[in-house]
């Protein structure tokens, strides 16, 4: 079964990393990783390459920046020669980002299977392009891998074919443990972050990326106050996303002296820092999955989630976009923590589970 596995976007790394080490045991197949280089930083990818202990990619499209449309646009011209030219039995999909999207259609036209990991999750708010990316690739896609029983639910009232959809877990889940097991405290000591959390007592762990969240002034001030009043008695890490640092300069918001700015962390460094935390904000998708696992509390700055299951058994709560919900959300984390529980199958083998269906 040849393979092609694609990453596009800093997540899809994490991702697809369990997945390329699971295929080294299964005799016939042969996995190939495609980057599509969606997310063209070096600080926010190649980093990952040596972390995550898989091979520099056999394939790099070098897709680069641009608009939905034209990065869409520039993946699937470069996804398309690759694909004449290898004639893959498979394309595996992860996530939701505009790769995930752009490499499912290349595919399919082309009458190669798709797999989609990480099927199924809906938000139902289509101003995020997310939601789009994720029911068109599940509208074409043949295997359907789930990491929560909503996901499957979701499917089955689509219409797709019960025995296409597989429950198996969470490969970031996978990534995480294996990870966890790795983070020698030896190696932390040369994180340059290190020394910091060494001094900090209590402190929190914050990320921000969303555009819906940070291009916006009033949102991002809303948030920016928020932050700079649990800093009055806590530490806060930020490592700032590129778009995210521009824009609060564009705004004049100024973080509080208790926030440390940090440049993008590698994977293992970020786990350093927030495995630890009193808690997590954050408007990511995988940091609400990730602390679900590890038993962290969490606060998701947005108003909804395509991941109900870590609201609803694991340590999330939504907070949405103002000063007061985020500071209420933060309280009601740290007293939820007591009462959550791991999902069902997030135990470090969905990997395992996947080729295990395709084979």
């Not at 790769?99 to 798709?114: D, M, P, R, Y």
């Not at 555009?211 to 920016?224: C, H, K, S």
């Not at 009601?332 to 080729?355: C, F, H, V, Y």
Request: proline share 5%.
């Amino acid at each position: 079964m040849k393979t092609l596995l694609v990453a596009g976007a800093r997540p899809n790394f994490m991702k697809i990393a369990p997945l390329y080490r699971e295929s080294l045991k299964h005799q016939g197949v042969e996995c190939a990783i495609v980057h599509t280089g969606q997310h063209y930083d070096h600080e926010m990818s190649q980093t990952f390459f040596d972390e995550l202990d898989i091979p520099v990619p056999a394939f790099h499209l070098e897709a680069g920046p641009g608009s939905h449309g034209v990065q869409t646009a520039k993946i699937m011209v470069a996804f398309e020669e690759v694909c004449r030219k290898e004639r893959p039995d498979l394309v595996m999909v992860v996530g939701d980002v505009n790769s995930t999207l752009a490499c499912s259609i290349v595919a399919k036209k082309l009458q190669i299977s798709v797999a989609h990991v990480e099927a199924g999750l809906r938000s139902f708010d289509l101003s995020m392009p997310e939601e789009i990316n994720r029911m068109v690739t599940d509208a074409i896609s043949d295997y359907f891998f789930v990491t929560e029983e909503s996901g499957a639910d979701n499917l089955r009232r689509e219409g797709k074919p019960a025995e296409r959809i597989h429950t198996v877990g969470h490969v970031m889940v996978d990534n995480l443990f294996y990870q966890v097991r790795r983070l020698d405290r030896n190696e932390a000591r040369e994180f340059a972050s290190y020394p910091f959390k060494e001094k900090a007592g209590r402190y929190l762990f914050l990320t921000l990326h969303r555009p819906a969240n940070v291009d916006n002034r009033d949102t991002l001030a809303q948030i920016a106050d928020a932050v700079n009043e649990l800093a009055r008695e806590r530490t806060v890490f930020f490592p700032v996303h590129p778009r995210t640092r521009g824009k609060l300069a564009e705004f004049g918001i100024r973080m509080a002296d208790q926030v440390h700015l940090l440049p993008p962390l590698g994977f293992k460094e970020s786990l350093f820092l927030w495995m630890d935390a009193e808690a997590v904000l954050t408007d990511s998708g995988g940091l609400q999955e990730e602390t679900t696992a590890l038993g962290v509390p969490c606060v998701t700055i947005r108003d909804n989630t395509e991941r109900p299951v870590t609201v609803e058994l694991g340590t999330n709560v939504l907070a949405g976009t103002t000063k007061e919900t985020i500071l209420t959300a933060y309280r009601n984390s740290l007293a939820k923590r007591e009462l959550a529980t791991i999902p069902p199958l997030w135990d470090g083998r969905a990997s395992e589970r996947i080729w295990r269906a395709l084979t």
